[in-house]
């Protein structure tokens, strides 16, 4: 067995000084869309996050997510795992190390699903903890630790932060330049004077995440924090070529991507359809019906047709000379070329990035107010739209949405017509316990037992009848000349 290769090394050897780098993202980093930015620059992938305690349980998850996209073209590869115990975490690196080249602990989702979970950047402020994940990790595994952060607001703790995790055994660290509140309406723009302080203060290599749209961006990041790499994610998603500095048209990556999907099956398809969404996203902005019908269709051979319909509209505009003024406006390139999608910036950013975060937070939760008080679809969200479309008597307005009964025990709301006045999950642990029937919530584990026991019941009569029949048969007498062979044959003897 090879020793384990560290820091620098690991980084040269392994990663063959990997410089332009995809990120992990959710449901959005599968093996085709690897192998598709491989084609086009990148050298280094990530798995998207595995959540740590069902890839120790599951074996389809295992299979599905990792051991069923082994391909020699997708190497070097990192699989990044969530997860927040120490002992999980090292059962699920156990199980992935043969398949990858890294095992990095996810300490950057900011999302909410991450919040309930106790995972990603929400685990940012227990030191102790993460101490005791990585440094298990890096005994115990055949392949490097690495790390995935965001920064806190101070550089100075971010630099202690980074430094902890070095001391832990982490052996390569990737900083994304936002901090745990910038995302959604408040993203801004990611801090590099962040990166560079942590790239001077550790002795591991650093990759930056954040401000990453063409690849003149990584030129410059790379000279001004210093680091050994640039990640993606969003860049690479709009623009797979990123890396070789191109803006192809996006029909171009769209049937290239589609033909990877069916060369390496099985790909799902909420992932072709959400790539398809990210690449035609400037178009679908003009080509709505096909955006419409984009998200309809229920097979790839109707998602790729979708995608040739939007290819023969824009080269029909491109052979009119049609100038179309997209509705989001001012794109520096033709709509049907793949460029980044610039957020809006929040309002009131400071130099380094950060948000003032009470003057936005509020802005951003009066606007949400508002979308609550009015159910007119000019002033809701897309995502409440999207609702809208499917149920258009779908009501938003918290004011007139029926009041629900709550459990008496957890406080969900409870079944309407629930014998115990309980929700689901508490009346099923009631009607278990007390071998008792709840039509409602469908819960028959009385009926159940009653037939159980009907069943026993009957298979004990069946054997009563069977020994009585056998007791009748022992007493009744045998015919003399039976009697009389029996007996000849017991006395004759053994050949």
């Known amino acids: 067995m090879m020793p384990k290769l560290q820091a620098f090394e690991f980084w ?10 995809v990120a992990p993202m959710v449901d959005q980093s599968e093996l085709a869309w690897r192998l598709l930015s491989r084609r086009h620059g990148a050298q280094l992938c990530y798995t998207p996050m595995l959540h740590a305690q069902v890839f120790v349980r599951d ?14 073209e997708d190497r070097p590869l990192i699989a990044q ?60 595994l055949s ?12 550089i100075e703790k971010t630099v202690g932060y980074a430094q902890m995790l070095e001391k832990a055994g982490c052996q390569l660290l990737t900083v994304h330049g936002r901090t745990k509140d910038q995302k959604g309406a408040m993203t801004g723009i990611a801090s590099w004077e962040h990166i560079k302080a942590v790239r001077k203060a550790v002795n591991i290599p650093v990759f930056a995440n954040g401000n990453i749209h063409h690849l003149s961006d990584v030129e410059r990041c790379i000279q001004e924090t210093g680091v050994q790499g640039v990640m993606s994610a969003e860049g690479n998603l709009h623009n797979p070529a990123l890396f070789e500095g191109r803006s192809p048209p996006v029909w171009e990556m769209a049937e290239e991507y589609l033909e990877v999907v069916k060369q390496y099956p099985p790909c799902s398809l909420s992932y072709v359809r959400a790539h398809l969404f990210k690449l035609w996203h400037h178009t679908l902005q003009i080509h709505q019906d ?63 990035g950060s948000a003032q975060g009470s003057e936005l937070r509020k802005m951003v939760c009066q606007k949400r107010s508002l979308e609550d008080l009015d159910g007119a679809a000019e002033v809701l969200s897309k995502n409440k739209q999207k609702k809208k479309s499917r ?60 037939k159980r026991k009907a069943e026993e019941d009957e298979q004990k009569d069946v054997k009563r009848s069977e020994g009585s029949v056998m007791e009748r048969i022992r007493e009744t007498p045998l015919p003399p000349e039976t009697s009389t062979e029996l007996q000849e044959q017991s006395a004759a003897p053994l050949l």
């Not at 309980?422 to 709840?438: I, N, Q, S």
């Open 12 to 21: 040269r050897k392994t990663l063959n000084e990997a410089r332009y780098v």
């Open 290 to 352: 096909l955006r419409e019908e984009l998200a309809k269709v229920k097979t790839l051979q109707a998602l790729a047709d979708v995608s040739k319909q939007l290819e023969l509209r824009c080269q029909e505009e491109m052979a009119n000379r049609k100038d179309v003024e997209d509705k989001e406006g001012n794109l520096p390139l033709p709509h049907w070329i793949c460029q980044p999608y610039i957020r809006p910036a929040p309002k009131q950013l400071t130099t380094n």
């Open 81 to 140: 795992f969530c997860a927040n115990d120490p002992e999980v975490f090292l059962q699920a690196a156990l199980l992935a190390q043969d398949y990858c080249d890294a095992i990095d602990l996810n300490l950057g989702c900011p999302q909410m699903i991450a919040k309930r979970g106790h995972y990603g950047v929400f685990l940012q402020d227990e030191w102790e903890l993460l101490e005791k994940i990585v440094s298990l990790a890096h005994q115990k």
């Open 391 to 450: 149920n258009p008597h779908k009501n938003f307005c918290t004011q007139q949405k029926p009041k629900y009964l709550k459990c008496e025990q957890c406080g969900n709301p409870k079944g309407n017509k629930c014998v115990f006045n309980l929700c689901r999950g508490c009346c099923k642990k009631k009607a278990f316990k007390e071998v008792a029937d709840c039509p409602s919530h469908g819960l028959r584990f009385k009926t159940k037992a009653e």
């Open 59 to 72: 074996a389809n998850y295992r299979r599905e997510n990792l051991y069923s996209e082994v391909c020699e």
């Open 143 to 154: 392949v490097p630790i690495t790390c995935k952060i965001r920064v806190f607001e101070e």
